[in-house]
């Protein structure tokens, strides 16, 4: 994403976005703010429809941004749209699979979408999934 875009999203969000690699070695949890970030313009349709298409914009140019994947399926989860959210999710992995947010991410948008057995499989795994997972490996979620 180009340095005038992001900050066009900065401004309009209210916050920096960042997502740092957190890779499981690191032994934290989760160690994203996106989620919470965005939960909180969920009420704000306007200003998170913009940001939305451009993301959407800026994803046509750059396709292996894990960030810009991560953001819309933030953004797609607060819409309640699933299937989208899963699909983001599991770009975050093919871009990076041993980010275990990605993991986490793409787990909860499992459950909110009523596949549990997927949801608790990879909230029960991540980290092996994390240390372990391979592009091979990664098509049985689709």
């Known amino acids: 994403m180009d340095e005038k ?3 066009k ?5 209210g916050f920096k976005i960042k997502r740092e690699e957190n890779p499981v070695d690191n032994q934290k949890e989760k160690d994203d703010s996106i989620s919470d970030s965005l939960g909180h313009l969920q009420p704000d349709k306007k200003k998170l429809d913009l940001v939305k298409r451009i993301i959407l914009t800026e994803l046509k140019e750059d396709k292996k941004n894990e960030l810009l994947w991560a953001l819309i399926g933030h953004i797609y989860y607060l819409e309640k749209e699933f299937t989208k959210s899963i699909n983001c999710f599991l770009k975050t992995i093919s871009i990076n699979s041993r980010n275990i947010d990605n993991w986490i991410d793409l787990g909860f948008s499992y459950r909110a979408n009523g596949e549990f057995k997927k949801s608790d499989y990879i909230f029960w795994n991540y980290e092996k999934l994390a240390k ?3 592009k091979e ?4 979620w689709n």
Do not use: A
């Open 132 to 134: 372990t997972s391979t």
């Open 9 to 13: 999203i900065e401004k309009i969000l």
């Open 137 to 140: 490996q990664n098509k049985k």
């Open 5 to 7: 875009r992001r900050i």
